[in-house]
């Protein structure tokens, strides 16, 4: 059998909602209204702090699929002022998403324990909020939401191979900048970082062999596993990750705007940018070179997105072990595509009306352990 990406099919039910004349799709899915209908008709789990979890209306799996989101809608009507990353995120409210998080991946884990058979992960995608709403790229729901996705790795097996060449699927071979022409510096920023329960590994050392993804990402093994996964401390360290990514992207991109070395205000390392990044000749190549090419090509400089995109991933490689990563989102791909998964969309009602049951069954099974565990309170009388 040949590994390489996978393009898998997922049927979905048709969804009556009429998009406004005049409105394009994102722009109305923004808006407080629809999400207010998105809470109302898919919505599984509300809790005092906003946190919503949800069913998939259009997803990436039959298998498991659900989201957790901060929802904000109602409480801030400007839908590019809402908090699209786990750092603006109140720390209360924080410390509760990592609570469900940690009883989701649990659930996921025992109800899936073989990864010869399934691919779990967890993962979220930032929603930059400078980004225009009418423009490619930008998410469906513009607010801060965690996926949960496990696939059968029969699924995986039977599928077409996907296009490598597709710009979603997150290649650091190809189509990502930093570890095109900043793999090094990259790295080494990474590795000054002190971590405790997360243990650096070779890029190449937790692909899935099915998908030979991700590619050239950084990555991290979870020492401890799902044990760790209930301290605090993997999650305040899951957060050095991006905190890390964020000055590393806001230290280039800043570079690139001004053509100045400066140290970005509120960077998190800002003795790691002075001292290894303004000292690193590849950092300062590249970033000058990608000025010169923004003042030259107005199509290059209309993709450059200039706040931090990012995907950060948790998931189980083929040895059982849990993983961390993170990548550089300039496409605006899918979570799924850092792993190597192309997911396909068809409306098929009947095929979706086959599988929707056992799906529900598994999502109102997981609901009920938060509600158990006084996480928030069940929605549409489910259960």
């Not at 659900?66 to 590019?80: C, D, G, R, V, W």
């Not at 083929?318 to 850092?338: P, Y």
Request: contains cysteine.
């Amino acid at each position: 059998m040949q590994n390489g990406p996978r393009l898998i099919n997922t049927p979905f039910r048709p969804i009556e909602i009429a998009v406004p004349e005049g409105v394009s799709p994102n722009e109305f899915f923004n808006s407080a209204e629809n999400l207010k209908n998105l809470r109302n008709e898919n919505g599984l789990l509300d809790s005092l702090e906003g946190l919503l979890m949800y069913r998939k209306a259009i997803g990436h799996s039959l298998e498991f699929d659900t989201s957790i989101m901060y929802n904000t809608a109602q409480k801030i009507l400007n839908p590019l002022g809402r908090p699209v990353r786990h750092d603006q995120v109140p720390p209360m409210i924080k410390r509760v998403w990592t609570d469900m998080s940690t009883l989701i991946i649990e659930y996921m884990l025992e109800k899936y324990p073989d990864p010869e058979k399934s691919l779990v992960l967890c993962g979220e995608a930032s929603l930059d909020p400078t980004w225009p709403l009418n423009k490619p790229g930008v998410p469906s729901i513009r607010m801060i939401h965690n996926h949960f996705i496990v696939f059968p790795k029969t699924t995986l097996k039977q599928a077409e191979l996907a296009d490598p060449n597709n710009p979603n699927l997150t290649d650091g071979g190809h189509h990502n900048l930093f570890y095109r022409c900043l793999d090094e510096v990259y790295q080494r920023f990474f590795a000054e970082i002190n971590l405790q329960i997360l243990k650096p590994i070779g890029c190449d050392d937790a692909t899935i062999a099915l998908t030979n993804y991700p590619k050239g990402l950084p990555s991290w093994e979870v020492q401890g596993g799902i044990t760790a996964l209930r301290k605090q401390t993997f999650w305040a360290e899951y957060q050095l990750i991006l905190k890390g990514f964020l000055d590393f992207y806001r230290t280039f991109f800043g570079q690139i705007s001004t053509g100045h070395t400066q140290i970005p205000e509120h960077s998190y390392f800002p003795d790691h940018i002075d001292n290894i990044l303004h000292n690193d000749n590849a950092f300062q190549r590249t970033a000058r070179d990608i000025r010169h090419r923004v003042t030259c090509d107005p199509q290059f400089a209309n993709q450059i997105r200039w706040e931090p995109a990012y995907k950060q991933l948790l998931y189980r490689d083929d040895k059982g072990r849990l993983i961390v990563t993170i990548s550089q989102n300039s496409v605006g791909n899918a979570i799924t595509e850092l792993l190597g998964i192309v997911v396909k969309r068809v409306e098929d009602a009947d095929a979706y009306k086959k599988a929707e049951p056992a799906l529900l069954e598994k999502l109102i099974e997981v609901r009920n352990r938060l509600v158990a565990a006084d996480l928030g309170w069940a929605l549409n009388g489910l259960g």
